[in-house]
């Protein structure tokens, strides 16, 4: 039982923003950053998104870095970690990248409103975990993916997937590369969108880290309980 760590990595604009109003992957870090991300990546057990960001940008979510592929094959593990797709309704397409790029496990989170024919098919090619009725039930997904070995967790977005981990109290840390460019736009997701919290709600963080990298700034932020 319990849950993994829990992190979010993120790139924003300076405006906070994670992508423009036409909601599609926007490069915003340099190469320091993707390189810095690639090696959290290769340091966790598992990447989680939202299916958003996969209909959007759809991510291979793997390791780009054949010396860290190397390095995780001799420790014993996949080249990659367990990919996992926030989901409720089955909506991943079978060939989607997460399915056909590197090596590994990839894994479905569903809920029970998922159409079973495409549970089935989806069942070919990744393990389905159904948690939660008519939406994914993110508690009860943490202890079972806890459960199967998941002990450090890389949450990859998108602004919708955010909200839901941090208000429901399951993330521990944000590291958010801020890059220096402007995006707008009422409609553009930001680093956590959703309802929002009240003043009462808000989450107070704690500064670990704040790091100039090329033209932009990283940030690492504890979520104080
Ligand atoms: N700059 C960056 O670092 C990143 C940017 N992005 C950008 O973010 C955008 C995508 O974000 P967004 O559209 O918000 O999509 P998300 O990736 O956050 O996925 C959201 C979807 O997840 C599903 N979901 C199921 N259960 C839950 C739950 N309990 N809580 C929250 N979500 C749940 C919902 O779909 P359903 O009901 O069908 O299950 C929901 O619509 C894209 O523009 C992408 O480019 C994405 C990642 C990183
Ligand atoms: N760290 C970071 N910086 C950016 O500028 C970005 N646009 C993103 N996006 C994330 O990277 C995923 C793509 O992964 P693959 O290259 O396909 O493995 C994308 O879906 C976002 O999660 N991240």
């Given at each position: 039982?319990?849950?993994?760590?829990?992190f979010i990595?993120?790139?924003?604009?300076?405006?906070?923003?994670?992508?423009?109003?036409?909601r599609?992957?926007?490069?915003?870090?340099?190469?320091?950053?993707?390189?810095?991300?690639?090696?959290?990546?290769?340091?966790?057990?598992?990447?989680m998104?939202?299916?958003?960001?996969?209909?959007?940008?759809?991510?291979?979510?793997?390791v780009?870095?054949?010396?860290?592929?190397?390095?995780r094959?001799?420790?014993?593990?996949?080249?990659?970690p367990?990919?996992?797709v926030i989901?409720?309704?089955?909506?991943?397409?079978p060939?989607?990248?997460i399915?056909?790029?590197?090596?590994g496990?990839?894994?479905?989170?569903?809920?029970?409103?998922?159409?079973?024919?495409?549970?089935?098919?989806?069942?070919?090619?990744?393990t389905v975990?159904?948690a939660?009725?008519?939406?994914?039930?993110?508690?009860a997904?943490?202890?079972?993916?806890?459960?199967?070995?998941?002990?450090?967790?890389?949450?990859?977005g998108?602004?919708?997937?955010n909200?839901?981990?941090?208000?429901?109290?399951?993330?521990?840390?944000?590291?958010?590369?801020?890059?220096?460019?402007?995006?707008?736009?009422?409609t553009s997701?930001?680093?956590i969108?959703?309802?929002?919290f009240?003043?009462?709600e808000?989450?107070?963080?704690?500064?670990m880290?704040?790091?100039?990298?090329?033209e932009?700034?990283?940030?690492?932020?504890?979520?104080?309980?």
């Open positions: 039982m319990g849950r993994p760590f829990v990595n993120s790139a924003m604009s300076a405006d906070g923003k994670i992508s423009t109003r036409e599609k992957q926007v490069r915003i870090s340099g190469d320091i950053d993707f390189d810095r991300m690639d090696a959290l990546r290769a340091g966790s057990d598992a990447i998104v939202g299916i958003g960001t996969v209909l959007a940008d759809d991510p291979s979510l793997t780009k870095s054949e010396k860290r592929r190397a390095e094959k001799q420790a014993g593990l996949e080249e990659n367990i990919r996992i989901d409720s309704k089955a909506r991943i397409s060939d989607a990248d399915f056909k790029k590197g090596k496990r990839r894994i479905v989170i569903v809920s029970e409103s998922a159409p079973s024919s495409k549970v089935r098919e989806l069942g070919d090619i990744a975990i159904v939660g009725r008519d939406k994914v039930d993110l508690v997904s943490m202890s079972k993916i806890r459960d199967i070995g998941v002990r450090r967790l890389m949450v990859e998108g602004a919708t997937l909200w839901g981990m941090v208000s429901s109290g399951l993330v521990d840390e944000i590291y958010t590369f801020v890059g220096n460019l402007l995006m707008g736009g009422i997701p930001t680093l969108d959703g309802e929002g009240t003043e009462e808000t989450i107070k963080l704690d500064l880290e704040a790091e100039k990298i090329e932009g700034v990283l940030l690492k932020w504890k979520l104080l309980p």
